[in-house]
């Protein structure tokens, strides 16, 4: 079994920043994928980023170039940096951990980004 914390989140101002940290403990092994998802009211819950297994990273467009995902293997943590936040990346943020057709989730950590 895998346990995914997260930290971070709150209320920021549109053009701030905000940064999130997922740590993963237990049974991790070999990963597919690791990173962040989000649900806003309404809405299916989308990917944001992640570091594939082969260590490439994945952005949706939206946040291209104000977000940043970095690792830190030896700690088995991932963090998003998201930096000019817009009111519409409010939302529940996701840790996410992928390991073939196994999805393993953080409790979610509410942004919420003010205009």
């Known amino acids: 079994q895998v346990q995914l914390v997260e930290s971070g989140g709150g209320l920021v101002q549109a053009g701030g920043s905000l940064r999130l940290s997922c740590a993963a403990s237990?049974?991790?092994?070999?990963?597919?994928?690791m990173g962040w998802y989000r649900q806003a009211p309404g809405n299916r819950r989308d990917l944001v980023a992640v570091f594939t297994s082969g260590g490439s990273t994945l952005y949706t467009d939206s946040v291209k170039g104000r977000f940043t995902i970095s690792r830190d293997n030896a700690k088995n943590t991932v963090s998003l940096q998201m930096n000019s936040l817009k009111p519409e990346d409010t939302a529940v943020y996701y840790c996410?951990?992928?390991?073939?057709?196994?999805?393993?989730w953080g409790q979610g950590t509410q942004v919420t980004v003010s205009s």
């Open positions: 996410n951990l992928r390991r073939g057709r196994v999805n393993y």
């Open positions: 237990g049974s991790i092994g070999s990963i597919d994928t």
